[in-house]
């Protein structure tokens, strides 16, 4: 997916302006929630995340969502990973998922 589009789809979904986050190489984080939606794109890869629910790697282009209150960590290879960041306060309904597009 290209970043219009993303930036596109992020307005319809009611996310934030989305934030280019840096991930250094070799990046292995604490698990941690957040208490927000969050839905990214991968510029620069391979980002990885890691749930309970097992890892899932996102190269550039792919999108990446996490519902509020998923534990995970996230996690880069030799290269590190560039993302563009949008959170959303989550909905009453919205139940915990990842994507992979």
């Known amino acids: ?8 789809m992020l307005r319809k979904k ?9 991930y250094e190489a070799y ?4 698990l941690h929630t957040h208490e927000f939606d969050v839905m990214l794109l991968v510029r620069n890869g391979p980002f990885v995340l890691a749930t309970e629910a097992g890892d899932t790697t996102f ?6 969502t996490l519902a509020a209150g998923v534990r995970h960590i996230e996690r880069t290879g030799p290269a590190g990973a560039r993302v563009l960041l949008s ?3 989550p909905e009453n309904d919205a139940s915990p998922i990842t994507e992979n597009r």
């Open 1 to 8: 997916m290209g970043e219009n589009q993303f930036r596109d």
């Open 14 to 22: 009611g996310f934030s302006a989305p934030e280019v986050k840096d």
């Open 27 to 30: 990046a292995d984080g604490q």
């Open 59 to 64: 190269d550039a282009g792919q999108v990446c």
């Open 87 to 89: 959170k959303r306060m």
